[in-house]
């Protein structure tokens, strides 16, 4: 399997709504390994990284988020694997 993976930032009302839970279970629902965290500057990172059809689905959905949220810019940029074995919020 080629394993690739994407940072991703996304910008706009994103801590507070889920987004960080709905993000796990959506990269585990697509098999995807990695994590989630928020930042200080009130946006949230991720790393996701699995089968490219896969992370292409998982950004496309970050886009949007779970209903609560009001997403006003994301940023998805191929990095480096790193192996993690699951994906969790951190």
Known sequence: MN???RR???E?????VFYRASAEARAKALGLRGWV?????????LHAE???ASLLEF???CRE???AAHVTHIEA???????FPSFSVR
């Open 3 to 5: 394993v690739e993976a």
């Open 8 to 10: 991703i930032v996304v």
């Open 12 to 16: 706009g009302r994103v801590q507070g």
């Open 37 to 45: 965290r928020n930042r200080a500057d009130g946006s949230v990172e």
């Open 50 to 52: 699995g089968p490219l």
């Open 59 to 61: 950004v496309e959905w």
């Open 65 to 67: 988020g779970p209903p």
């Open 77 to 83: 940029r191929p990095v480096s694997p790193e192996g």
